[in-house]
């Protein structure tokens, strides 16, 4: 079985009180209605958290998660796991996890602070990918996130306009200062390239 495990740190958690950010962002990650999970995220050791998926479009949204709060150093490994899978999310083996364990080593050093880890001939490309589209979501305001959280329940550049109590054409230009068009491509870019790598045809170096 090809799998996606994600291996997440927090940044700067061994710093003097830091605050522990892993609980809320769980909880987060479980109220997000499009990811579907073989094994739920849960803390493995200290400010680090585990999660397994197969569903390209899941992790998509949770790499677009991760890197709007800009707190994480996230390792992606993509790969085979020992079956059957474990109940416990940490209790797995195989290759994909310790891809994922190889990753966020090296995000720490990392731009953006993400490595993606697969014994596929298209990791550099979906690694690339979500670089970009990091550089991209860094630039985006709080004005321009409440835009782009609204464009993906659906709403119309007018009905948003409504809600916000703003004019269409301010809409608009929070959008195109957002680059909502481009993330959304980035993110329909990011899943195509990672059901690539999940697809056991072409799982070679």
Do not use: C
């Not at 991760?66 to 083996?93: C, F, M, Q």
């Not at 001939?121 to 409440?146: F, Y």
């Amino acid at each position: 079985m090809r799998v996606v495990v994600l291996t997440v740190d927090q940044r700067g958690s061994t710093k003097h009180a830091a605050t522990d950010r892993v609980p809320d962002t769980l909880s987060g990650l479980a109220d997000l209605a499009e990811v579907t999970l073989l094994r739920p995220f849960e803390r493995t050791a200290g400010d680090e958290f585990q999660g397994v998926l197969d569903d390209p479009a899941a992790l998509a949204a949770v790499a677009e998660r991760l890197l709007r709060e800009d707190s994480w150093n996230i390792g992606i490994g993509v790969g085979e796991v020992d079956e059957p899978l474990p109940a416990s999310t940490r209790a797995g083996r195989g290759a994909a996890y310790q891809h994922a364990r190889d990753a966020v080593t090296a995000a720490k050093s990392s731009p953006w602070h993400l490595r993606v880890e697969a014994d596929h001939a298209r990791v550099r490309a979906l690694e690339t990918a979500i670089l970009l589209w990091a550089a991209l979501l860094s630039r985006r305001t709080r004005r321009g996130w409440e835009v782009a959280d609204l464009v993906d329940t659906g709403l119309r550049y007018d009905e948003i306009a409504r809600r916000l109590g703003i004019t269409q054409s301010a809409v608009s230009q929070r959008a195109q200062a957002a680059g909502i068009v481009e993330g959304v491509r980035a993110r329909e870019l990011v899943r195509d390239l990672a059901a690539d790598l999940l697809s056991p045809e072409e799982a070679v170096r």
